[in-house]
């Protein structure tokens, strides 16, 4: 069967290549179509666009859930799904981290405990999906203010032997501290003395993100199709 080209780079279907490596032992479904868990992220990616890859996906699906798709081309799914979201996001990779002096603020590793404030930081700043398990994918760091979490960043996918940084979000009240850049330079060092290449994903209009994200020495690789898949009724 059709897979995506063996020669392409690890990055190019970054969902894909992660749920066969890293986290194969996370997969849902087979060699056709594969998901995380819903309750860990809605991710999903199928080996090719072929109508069998897609009924595979359908599969694994229940009327409630959606299907995240990052892809090189244009998803044109067939009719038995509903296009919730069609966009584009930029991928970017980062080079030596750029250093951020966090000027006395402490910054703690996030866990299970942690999870209600998480789910609420996400849910107020909204940098991409964020579940009760999510946290389970990697390292998560956050920064509190009189005992409330105000920023957080961390892990999520991890294809081959690069990392992707998730959660990027400070709270609407403290922004222009620095926080976010703080997060990103204690992330990216993390990463990065474990032997492995900070990435990212970022939708290509929010322009603020982005120059960020340069701040801290990324650039934009590549230029992904961001798809959101519903079944169809």
Not at 15 to 20: D, E, M, P, Y
Not at 98 to 119: F, Q, R, Y
Not at 160 to 175: D, G, K, N, Q
Not at 197 to 224: D, K, W
Request: aromatic content about 6%.
């Amino acid at each position: 069967m059709p897979v995506h080209n063996n020669s392409s780079h690890p990055l190019d279907y970054p969902i894909w290549t992660a749920l066969t490596t890293t986290h194969q032992a996370l997969a849902e479904g087979d060699a056709r179509a594969r998901r995380y868990p819903t309750e860990i992220t809605p991710f999903a990616a199928t080996a090719d666009m072929s109508p069998e890859s897609f009924a595979a996906l359908r599969a694994l699906m229940s009327p409630q859930d959606i299907a995240v798709l990052f892809t090189p081309d244009a998803v044109q799914p067939p009719a038995e799904f509903k296009v919730v979201l069609a966009d584009t996001g930029e991928q970017m990779i980062a080079g030596a981290p750029v250093e951020a002096p966090t000027n006395g603020v402490d910054i703690v590793t996030l866990g299970v405990d942690d999870v209600p404030a998480m789910i609420e930081l996400t849910a107020l700043t909204k940098p991409g999906p964020f579940y009760a398990r999510t946290h389970e994918l990697g390292t998560f760091l956050g920064i509190r203010v009189d005992g409330q979490l105000v920023a957080m960043i961390g892990e999520r996918m991890k294809p081959a032997h690069y990392t992707e940084i998730t959660a990027v979000c400070v709270h609407p009240s403290l922004r222009g501290r620095g926080y976010g850049q703080m997060l990103l330079s204690a992330i990216s060092r993390q990463i990065v003395s474990r032997g492995e290449i900070p990435f990212l994903h970022v939708f290509t209009n929010n322009h603020s993100a982005i120059a960020l994200y340069r701040r801290q020495g990324m650039e934009i690789r590549r230029r992904l199709h961001v798809t959101v898949l519903k079944k169809e009724e």
